[in-house]
């Protein structure tokens, strides 16, 4: 945390929506004399700047009742704490919310007591901003650097194009040695670019096949599937005509 704050800035209420996220409080000096147990953990988060003194848990507390009993918080309207949850004696998560009947409660923020350092839980939509954007500078650093070594590449290869004649060959291992590609670098870089293309849309569908090309192709058939008319041989020519037997009478 980028501040640890103080046992003795008690009793400083903050404005309402004020981000603390960047704060933490602990008091080695309570936590040396008293548990830190369920019974004790709300008074010892009552000496943090996290605390509202106008909530309902303060007005039990001025009438000698337990700030947690929810038999009397239930029956009142207002800013209140509840204990939400607690793993002894690691761990305790405290919920700040705002009541307007018995079964209505609005959350307005969390807070965690963590071995007997005492944050506030930031919102979701800032620890889902905060990833995306840790998310794009490594994606960003990734292209940065496959383009690095695809340009170096090339100019390897340009300048090995443009060798002057004269100059003295050298050994083919270090050859080798120079236009090596780095195996992982290079898968790196395809899955890289396989996750770019799977978020690209679909290509689209190819264009419908030619009625006219459909038409003719039924149109052509096999020499066993056309019947030979009379008249016509096998190769469509008209075969010659044959002159009639006269038939010879005999008496």
């Not at 909530?55 to 704490?81: A, F, V, W």
């Not at 050298?170 to 670098?185: G, M, Q």
């Not at 096998?234 to 002159?243: D, I, K, R, S, Y």
Request: charged residues 25%.
């Amino acid at each position: 945390m980028d501040h640890l704050a103080q046992a003795g800035g008690l009793g400083q209420v903050q404005p309402p929506g004020t981000d603390m996220t960047s704060i933490s409080f602990r008091d080695q000096l309570w936590l040396n004399q008293f548990p830190l147990d369920r019974n004790l953990v709300f008074d010892y988060f009552a000496l943090s700047p996290f605390y509202d003194r106008t909530c309902n848990n303060e007005q039990l507390r001025i009438r000698q009742i337990h700030p947690l009993d929810p038999n009397h918080l239930t029956k009142m309207t207002g800013i209140e704490y509840i204990l939400h949850e607690a793993m002894e004696p690691h761990l305790f998560i405290i919920r700040k919310q705002k009541r307007e009947g018995p079964e209505k409660v609005t959350v307005m923020s969390a807070y965690y007591v963590l071995d007997g350092s005492i944050y506030q839980s930031p919102q979701l939509y800032n620890v889902i901003g905060s990833r995306a954007v840790r998310a794009i500078y490594h994606i960003s650093e990734a292209f940065s650097g496959a383009a690095s070594k695809l340009e170096k590449i090339g100019h390897e290869v340009e300048s090995g194009k443009t060798k002057p004649e004269n100059a003295a060959e050298e050994p083919t291992r270090e050859k080798v040695a120079e236009n090596t590609i780095d195996i992982k670098e290079a898968v790196r870089l395809d899955q890289i670019l396989a996750g770019v293309f799977r978020r690209l849309p679909p290509a689209p569908a190819p264009p419908p096949f030619p009625v006219a090309a459909a038409t003719s192709s039924e149109a052509v058939k096999t020499e066993g599937d056309v019947k030979q008319e009379p008249g016509v041989d096998g190769q469509g020519f008209a075969a010659p005509e044959q002159p009639a037997l006269k038939r010879v009478k005999v008496e």
